[in-house]
């Protein structure tokens, strides 16, 4: 049995992951959206994912609990790491270097979910926002992690010893900030309801000054978009 | 930076993985034992995991919570599927079909976890105490898997890209019940502390009549060890 409909996409609140979700939906799918409560410094990101599941027609939005703050390592996760921050116009920083703001392994644990939630739908397809353009740093969001990804998972279930095939969609790979905003704009995307700040306020007011805030601020500015971003201050 | 004596060892409280972590001890890691709370439908295999750890010199024991039972679709984790029993004395189905107490892509989910620890960590070995000789069913316990996950591990974090090689190590992948029995009795593991029944009662006896009862009954009467387990009424 498959259900070819269904696709899991993996879904933060972000800018991308928005995007991601709108991509899979114009390939005809039916979206799984699944989001992650993972000890991160604020929730309005969750409630960000809820909003774009729901905008953008998904037809089912699951918030898993997980612990990765259990062990510690990430600004994003420890609250003894402080999140670097730049002057709001400061060029950003697309150099090579791992950012304090990864998360160990975080997603080859996304990705699990996912590949566990598929195999109950039946479902072959996953997507996840990924971009190796602006965030070169993280390890986990190259293309030979998603391959390397894709070829383990398809010997890790029932239905891959059954013959199904899964694939792990990374559309998002080569495209730049601006690139992204433009599809997403064309797709009908309301970034307006997205959150990519790494310490936004209890409202969604994003800091302007993280390195999530500048690469998003730049993007607008080179797609040519209104930055519907709600700022701070 | 690298902690050559850490590694992680996935811990469930059963035969198989008390042996593996007693095989890590006497390989002479230091072990970091890792258990999860996921839905079981009961907790005294994580006692169990508890007592194991600590008869075996463990330095460190974490259980994470995890969301399993939110996707459902297995035995183990959903309510609504009863665990398959057989006459305690039935020959056990050592047959290639996958069995409905598979829960999907939990080695995948396990492993991931054990590698965001070790990364926390700097260690660069894992043990899990798979077998692919009596659950041949069971897709996420294969060697062609375990191999799988270590070459996308290897893609996917920090100490990988900072040239660092994780080992997956799963010394039980090609022993037979009776031979690992066998191999933890010679190390000093306390069968009575462990528990494999799919369902065990409050006090931990075990129902005798699973699959999983059944192997290991079998195990210690082939080893020809006194079976030391608990079993109810």
Redesign the interface.
Known sequence: MSNHRAAIVLLSGGLDSATCLALARQQGFDVYALSFSYGQRHSVELEASRRVAHALGATAH?I?????A????SALTDLSIDVPVAAPNAPVDHSEE?PIT????????FL??A???A??LESDDIFIGVNAVDYSGY??C?L??IN??E???N????R??EGAKLHIHAPLMKMSKAQIIEVGVSLGVDYGATISCYQADDQGAACGACDSCRLRREGFLQAGVPDPTLYQG
Chains 1, 2 share one sequence.
Do not use: C, H, K, Q
């Not at 259990?70 to 390592?73: I, K, N, Q, Y």
């Not at 990864?102 to 644990?109: D, F, L, Q, S």
């Open positions: 699951r898993a609990n997980i612990d990765l259990a062990f510690g390592g791992i990864y998360v160990p392994a975080r997603n080859t644990i699990s979910y590949l566990a939630w195999e109950v390890p986990d190259r030979e992690f390397a990804f070829t383990m998972a010997l890790a279930t029932r891959a010893v």
